[in-house]
């Protein structure tokens, strides 16, 4: 049982490590629900009795609720605890400074002036959604439409602060305002691993803020060189290419099945035809009816569990 | 875009995120999600994204350019190969920049 737990506990660390952040967690956590068995167990566990609103993620494991088998000491004294949070979230300093870099440049290099582009990370504070927003912003899409793909690029946040705010759900209305906003992929990923289930335990809140405050930190630090260096790299070096490869590396694990994948070739396919809509119009239509295929595929395939067609359907596609 | 529309973004940017990261804190315990809504918002980020970055790779100039002569779309292809093997984000741009400019100065 020890042996599975450290698996657990190490394969989270590399994966947050090594996807840099964005989606990170939530690529991992999908891969891991494909190996072994128990760790199946110890994260539906967490899943579950964090928050009842995130167990649809993985629906058939719900039985798995039942047994518990991952308990931690808790801290003396919130000292201990922001210290031991600090220690934890230390080596993904490096990861997200980085990530910041890349978002840091490719804002100068779609033409935002530097104030701009400061004001930006400064208020955003959201890699994937500025990414997001960046080719809109070049191509001049009306501002309604730039916030609602930053808002469905933002929704897997949604799921990951359901997990998360039953912990502090105690504090001030303000207080959980703020931590909500700075809590992002990596910081939700570090602390389930040390709270998976709910309980009232000390150095909960100065735990969190260790893996926040350094967090938010190494980004607008990146960020703030990016922003910097993007404006005295020339233009013809087509350093903005590396916003779309890293928009690619974040979409990547967010495929996390048959129906995903279909969803995803359906809306990018929908969005190279209607690329001349008026109003960038054809991107929200795009993510609409790619959203509609996986959901479709998903119950078609939920119809048939038959492993072997199943089988056979992979080797199709 | 003028000035004053890029700060209209930053100010719907920063609400997009804060609905999507605070919302729960807010007022998590007094709702839950429909079923439906749940599936969608597990495949709606994938999807917006594909739907951002797939004419990106493509279009040249606003013309459909499928052939492995179009650099981004190599380098995008070769990249997404590299990241499923290597899982690491950071390496993964590195080497798409890497085949992308050297195809680029037509190395």
């Known amino acids: 049982m020890l042996a599975t737990l450290d698996y657990f506990q190490i394969s989270i660390a590399n994966g947050i490590l090594t996807d840099s952040g964005v989606a990170g967690l939530f690529s991992k956590v999908c891969q891991l629900c494909f190996k072994g068995k128990w760790v199946h167990v110890v994260f539906i566990n967490l899943l579950t009795n964090s928050a009842s609103q995130a167990s649809f993620l993985f629906p058939s494991y719900n039985d798995a609720l039942s047994r518990s088998i991952y308990t931690l000491m808790s801290f003396e004294s919130d000292k201990a605890a922001f210290k031991e949070g600090l220690r934890v979230g230390a080596p993904t300093w490096f990861g997200v400074g980085a990530w910041g870099l890349v978002v840091g440049i490719a804002m100068i290099k779609v033409g935002l002036t530097l104030p701009q582009a400061l004001g930006m990370t400064l208020f955003v504070f959201a890699g994937s959604a500025q990414l997001a927003s960046l080719p809109l912003i070049a191509v001049h899409a009306p501002v309604w439409v730039i916030f609602a793909t930053a808002l469905v690029v933002n929704l897997r946040f949604l799921i990951f602060s359901a997990i998360l705010a039953p912990h502090f759900s105690h504090l001030p209305w303000r207080t959980r305002a703020w931590l909500g906003f700075l809590t992002g992929d990596i910081s939700v990923g570090l602390f389930m691993q040390r709270y998976p289930e709910f309980a009232e335990e000390k150095g909960k809140l100065a735990y969190l803020k260790a893996l926040v405050f350094p967090n938010w930190a190494a980004w607008q630090i990146g960020s703030i060189i990016g922003i910097l260096l993007g404006s005295q790299v020339p233009t013809s070096w087509g350093l903005g290419f590396a916003g779309t490869l890293a928009i690619l590396c974040i979409m990547l694990p967010l495929i996390i099945n048959r129906a995903a994948f279909a969803g995803v070739v359906v809306s990018g396919i929908c969005a190279l035809l209607t690329v001349n809509f008026p109003y960038k119009l054809g991107l929200l239509l795009a993510v609409l009816l790619g959203m509609g295929t996986a959901m479709m595929l998903e119950e078609y395939l939920d119809g048939k569990k038959e492993p072997a067609t199943d089988k056979n359907q992979e080797e199709q596609s | ?107």
């Open chain 2, 1 to 107: 875009m003028s000035d004053w529309e890029i700060w209209l973004v930053i100010a719907l940017l920063t609400l997009a995120t804060f609905i999507a990261r605070s919302g729960f804190w807010l007022v998590g315990h007094h709702i839950s999600l429909p079923k439906r809504v749940q599936e969608a918002l597990r495949y709606a980020p994938a999807c917006a994204l594909a739907a951002i970055i797939v004419p990106d790779l493509l279009l040249t100039n606003g013309q459909v350019e499928v052939g492995l002569q179009n650099p981004r779309l190599l380098a995008g292809l070769l990249a997404t190969a590299f990241f499923l093997v290597r899982r690491n984000m950071l390496q993964t741009i590195f080497f798409g920049m890497a085949v992308f400019t050297y195809i680029r100065l037509g190395l």
